[in-house]
């Protein structure tokens, strides 16, 4: 039986975040839901990877080896 493991998104991560992100932005029926490209979430997720403590941090799901979802948690 395989686990599922959760880790915290690093720079090598950002090829696969960036589908499941795509993902979720184009199939979002939610008007307050961005539309961004693909080089402005590029440049979103090495923002916040430089500076976990003060931005947010992005948590990815891994299960086999393969990214199968994350989540974005954001400070306020």
Known sequence: ?????????????????????????????????AKPINEDLIKLCHNVLKDPEHESVYLLARKDNKIIGFASLFWS
């Open 1 to 33: 039986m395989s686990s599922i493991t959760i880790h915290m998104a690093r720079e090598s991560d950002i090829s696969d975040l960036i589908l499941l992100m795509r993902a979720y932005y184009d199939t979002s029926n939610e008007p307050h839901v």
